[in-house]
Every structure is written in C-alpha cells, then in structure tokens.
C-alpha cells in the first residue's frame, strides 16, 4: 500500500517530528507493508530521521508523480488548514489536496487542528475543495466546530486525537545521560521548560525568568530549557536565560523525539509554550503548566481537564510561580490518567481509519 504524507516535516520542528513519527509507528502495527513517500522541506533529513521515501515540498513534479502513484494522501498532522501562523501556508496544502482530488486519490485529513481560516477566499477554498475529501479526522472539538463555520459537510469526520498521544513511554535513561551532561546529581525537583517567540514573548519571559529564579530560591528547583524547535528554540531560552539571576541548563543539540520524550520524563513539572512539549508531558505522565500562545493550546489543556494560565502577553510571574509551585506538589504516579488513556486510544483510531480507507 502506497501512501504520501503532506505536513511540515523536514523543519527540525520537534513537535511535527514527533507526529510523523507516531504516525508511522501506528501505521506499521495496523499494516507492516507500507511504501511512505513523505512531502518534506528537507528530504535527506527526512529520509534519514524516519527511514522513508521523501520529495522536496517546493518541488512540484515529483510531488504530482508520487500522488499518482498512491492508493492515500494524507494530510495532517498539525494545524496545516489555518491562516494565522501563515498566510500562504493554507494555499500550499489545500493545493496539494487538490492534487490528489484530480488524480482521483483517495484523501485524508489525518488529526488535523484546523482553523482559524479568515477572509472570504480562504474560506470559500477551504469549503469547496475540503468538502471534496474522503474522510477527515481532527485532533480537538475546537477544529470541529471550525469545519461547521466552514460548512465543511460531506466527508466522514471524526474527532480524534493528536497523533502524538498514540506514541508509547520511553525509559528515562536517554533523559538521564543527557542531564548527566549538566548536573552532577539528580537529586532535588526538576523543572523543564519550553519556550518560542511570539507576540507578547517580552512580558513573557521577563515574568518566566522571574518565576523561575524563585521557584529556584524557594525550592532549588533545577532549571532545565528543552529545545522543541532546533535551533529557533535555543535562542528564545538563552534570552529567557540571560534575564535570570540564577543559572539554568539550556539544553542547545537537537534531539531525537525519544529523547525529547525521556527528557520530559524527567521532569517533576514541564512548563510550556509549545503545543507538543505538553503533549509529551501528558505522554510521560508529568504535571504541565501551559501558556497559549494560539488556540490549539487551549483546546488541548481543555480536552484533559487543564486550563492555560494566560496567553504571552497577559500572564505574571506570580502565576507561573504559585502555578508550577502546585503541580511540584503533585506526585506523577498519583495522576489520573483516563483522559490521557483515552485520547491514545482515539489518537490511535486515526491510524485505522486511515488503513481501512486506503484499502476500500
């Protein structure tokens, strides 16, 4: 079975990393002979992190011929049906889904966040050639009702999950010899953080630097940046870095989603910006404090019963303290787990949904 994967992979993004490889690894368990073609902005590394075929995303003509060749297009994961982060990003995907609509290609949206879609045109293209898909499935009740604003009708649509809730536990080991790297003992609490740019990132992490040196006074807690984005992540906890009195480990390698996954294991709390950083959380069972900086934040926390303290323009050190001073309290074996539990196993319907279609 043939089948090419659009998505924004390629970019070092460990977040979109980490959902093609979820992706691909359910794949595999519903059926092992799988000939992946992935749509990547960088094919070698692609090829390389995830052992599959890949084109370039710029590269129209080979893109057009591995379509032809598919018995699936699958679009997703992330939130590629949306036109806040960019402008012609929308144009991109919904282009390539119309690819394979004229080449007569079965096509998915695979646990898709979709929206914000705003102005008239991205909305009239999102309905006319979205409705023209054979299924859909997506990650929050939030990208659902954006499909009804959009009157996006036809296809089966299902509310799933992010794809990265299928993936399974990794030891702590390849978290602990990283650290080891940078503290000589593990014992005290452990506080990992991940951060990115965007409006508001000023009062952000000025009021984050803040809350951090004193969780590190009050508690003397270790302060540990993960890298989510390589190297644009980097910089953001260097400058949050600078800004504190105390000194943090900002972690500054890119690293494999199993070791970002072992990392975020061995954090008593994570504090997060990015989306996937708190997903990982939820995976390595670790109480999380996120900080939306776009609705997909939101709408993940809600779907396991959290909220976000803020967004990064509004949101004070004393929240980010007495927030995270909370969930230190907490032990991670003594969380229910049942919402998580149970979005793995819709994260992992996404999968079979996707095989049974692709053979229909």
């Not at 803040?210 to 969780?215: E, I, V």
């Not at 950083?277 to 996120?290: C, D, E, R, T, Y």
Request: contains cysteine; proline residues 4%; charged residues 25%.
């Amino acid at each position: 079975m043939k089948i090419v994967v659009s998505g924004y992979y390629g970019s070092k993004n460990g977040g979109d990393e980490a959902m093609l490889a979820s992706m691909l690894e359910v794949l595999r368990e519903e059926f092992s002979a799988l000939d992946v073609t992935v749509i990547s902005l960088n094919p070698e590394y692609t090829r390389r992190r995830h052992h599959v075929d890949a084109v370039p995303r710029s590269d129209i003509v080979p893109i057009i011929k591995k379509i032809r060749e598919a018995d699936l297009l699958i679009s997703g994961g992330g939130s590629l049906l949306q036109n806040v982060t960019s402008g012609r990003s929308l144009y991109y995907y919904l282009a390539i889904i119309l690819i394979a609509i004229f080449f007569g290609r079965h096509v998915m949206l695979y646990a898709q966040g979709i929206g914000p879609v705003r102005g008239t045109l991205a909305r009239k293209l999102m309905n006319l050639i979205v409705n023209r898909v054979d299924l859909i499935t997506v990650r929050d009740r939030g990208s659902l009702e954006e499909l009804e604003r959009l009157n996006i009708t036809r296809p089966k649509i299902f509310c799933t999950a992010d794809p990265v809730l299928a993936i399974k536990p990794v030891p702590l080991t390849f978290g602990q010899e990283i650290l080891s790297k940078h503290f000589t003992s593990r014992d005290g609490k452990f506080v990992g953080v991940a951060v990115r740019h965007w409006s508001g990132w000023d009062n952000f992490s000025r009021a984050l630097a803040d809350a951090l040196d004193r969780l590190v006074d009050v508690l003397d807690v270790k302060i540990v940046f993960v890298p989510m984005k390589f190297p644009e992540d980097i910089t953001a906890a260097k400058e949050t870095a600078a800004l504190m009195k105390s000194i943090p480990a900002v972690l500054d390698e890119e690293f494999t989603t199993r070791e970002i996954l072992s990392l975020v294991g061995c954090m008593d709390v994570l504090i997060g910006v990015r989306l996937h950083a708190l997903i990982f959380a939820g995976v390595m069972n670790v109480p999380m404090v996120g900080v939306s900086y776009d609705p997909k934040i939101e709408r993940f926390l809600d779907s396991i019963g959290e909220r976000p303290l803020g967004n990064m323009s509004d949101v004070t050190a004393q929240k980010i303290f007495d927030a995270t001073l909370s969930k230190l309290a907490e032990h991670k074996n003594s969380r229910d787990d049942t919402l998580l539990k149970d979005l793995g196993e819709l994260a992992r319907m996404n999968a079979k949904l996707a095989v049974e279609l692709a053979q229909s």
